[in-house]
T-cell receptor, first 114, second 116 residues
């Protein structure tokens, strides 16, 4: 069974600084998808970024980028120029290519200091 | 695009009553919808997966007769908590996968259930 681990329960970053959230996963599959979701206090889950495992290039969405290390089964999220609105719970998730079930990590609470 | 709604956003009910939660994909057809439960400060726990027109697939430990799921159309799935008890109080979230989409799940805003 796949597992997703987020080793940082909480992280803190100064506004305008950069922060990296860690995520590792375990799978025997070679083709899969990885996601980062953000859950602000409203509790609405918002897709931040998606990575296809067959792509070597790291995904980027504006201030959000990932460092995808397939061999190490690592998928970290980098947030640049942190903003107060980035404060939220961040969940890393895995989805196999065959099938559509997401496996979530335990989450990382990100606090942004003004 | 890819908006999912849930109704109601919050519900309070008495123990023993049944509560229905609706999940709708507003601007796309959802071949598959998912129901999650989230406890405070915890991750999402998948309860069941439903495909339009077929029976839901429940995760281990989830009572099928307690949590009834119906996926009657490509835009609507419902979760009915039958004979609710205080331990069913939780935050319930649905998500939907877009037909022919990029394998992404889009989430509803969630429903907070409080059983007195």
């Amino acid at each position: 069974a796949q597992t997703v681990t987020q080793s940082q329960p909480e992280m803190s970053v100064q506004e305008a600084e950069t922060v990296t959230l860690s995520c590792t996963y375990d799978t025997s599959e070679s083709d899969y998808y990885l996601f980062w979701y953000k859950q602000p206090p409203s509790r609405q889950m918002i897709l931040v970024i998606r990575q296809e495992a067959y792509k070597q290039q790291n995904a980027t969405e504006n201030r959000f980028s990932v460092n995808f290390q397939k061999a190490a089964k690592s998928f970290s999220l980098k947030i640049s120029d942190s903003q107060l609105g980035d404060a939220a719970m961040y969940f890393c998730a895995y989805r196999p290519n065959a099938g559509n079930m997401l496996t979530f990590g335990g989450g990382t609470r990100l606090m942004v200091k003004p | 695009g890819a908006v999912v709604s849930q109704h109601p956003s919050r519900v309070i009910c008495k123990s023993g009553t049944s509560v229905k939660i609706e999940c709708r994909s507003l601007d796309f057809q959802a071949t598959t919808m998912f129901w999650y439960r989230q406890f405070p400060k915890k991750s999402l726990m998948l309860m069941a997966t439903s495909n339009e027109g077929s029976k839901a697939t429940y995760e281990q430990g989830v009572e099928k007769d307690k949590f009834l799921i119906n996926h009657a159309s490509l835009t609507l799935s419902t979760l009915t908590v039958t004979s609710a008890h205080p331990e069913d109080s939780s935050f319930y979230i649905c998500s939907a996968s877009q037909r022919g989409g990029l394998e992404t799940q889009y989430f509803g805003p969630g429903t907070r259930l409080l059983v007195l």
